[in-house]
């Protein structure tokens, strides 16, 4: 199994600042075939459920704000928010498509400073 | 916008089966995957298997073979996740989300998830 880890695995930042996650894989989720890294974010609220934010490492999904931004290739990544918001306050997984089994970071806690 | 909503809260006994189903309103499966995902409280996400309807076999992660089955019924749009032999320590958050799929995909193709239903409570407690 590809094992995820994310740090920190807890972050405060103060409002308008940048955050950035890691997540790095026990392997390259980069696909020889297409030159894809087969690479999630999701954010999660207190009683939601997750919600995605970047497919394919750095492709925002539809009505995600463009302060979240996703880079990185192989086996190690990130999550950028350039200028935390309020609402930004979750915790954020990423996850790996490369492979069955799908496996998922153990999650990091965003909170504001 | 396609929406799944889930089955409400189940309360079983240690040994027993939970069935938990996952309607897409407003929508068919189309090409997509559907996926199962639990969460224990207060702790990360672990996935449980997942099925592309147009190819009809479902992939399970290892540590849930032959205590799960994941099933569709076409004709409403509704999928199935039935855990038995449950223990305590399958407490949990379960979750449905449709899993899209790279062009190139295949049964064995895993995707990424969106949109998730919001979640269905399963408590195993004797």
């Known amino acids: 199994d590809i094992v995820m880890t994310q740090s920190p695995d807890s972050l405060a930042v103060s409002l308008g600042e940048r955050a950035t996650i890691n997540c790095k894989s026990s392997?390259?989720?980069?696909?020889?075939?297409?030159?894809?890294?087969?690479l999630a974010w999701y954010q999660q609220k207190p009683g939601q459920p997750p919600k995605l934010l970047i497919y394919?490492?750095?492709t925002r999904q539809p009505g995600v704000p463009d302060r979240f931004s996703g880079g990185g290739s192989g086996t190690d990544f990130t999550l950028t928010i350039s200028s935390l918001q309020a609402e930004d306050v979750a915790v954020y997984f990423c996850?790996?498509?490369?492979?069955?089994?799908?496996?998922f970071g153990q999650g990091t806690r965003l909170e504001i400073k | 916008q396609v929406q799944l909503v889930q089955s409400g809260a189940e309360v079983k006994k240690p040994g027993s089966s939970v069935k938990v189903s996952c309607r897409t309103a407003?929508?068919?499966?189309?090409?997509?995957?559907i996926t199962w995902v639990r969460q224990a409280p207060g702790q990360g996400l672990e996935w449980l298997g997942g099925?592309?309807?147009?190819?009809?076999?479902?992939n399970y992660a290892q540590k849930f073979q032959g205590r799960v089955t994941i099933t569709t019924d076409e004709s409403t749009a509704t999928a199935f996740m039935e855990l038995s032999n449950l223990k305590s320590e399958d407490t949990a958050l379960y979750y449905c989300?449709?899993?899209?799929?790279?062009?190139?995909?295949?049964?064995?193709?895993?995707?990424?998830?969106?949109?998730w239903g919001q979640g269905t409570l399963v408590t195993v407690s004797s």
């Open positions: 407003g929508g068919t499966f189309g090409s997509d995957g």
């Open positions: 989300a449709r899993m899209l799929l790279p062009p190139s995909m295949t049964p064995l193709t895993p995707g990424w998830f969106h949109p």
């Open positions: 996850q790996q498509y490369y492979t069955i089994p799908i496996t």
């Open positions: 392997q390259s989720v980069l696909s020889d075939l297409d030159n894809k890294d087969y």
């Open positions: 099925v592309i309807p147009i190819f009809g076999t479902p």
């Open positions: 394919w490492a750095f």
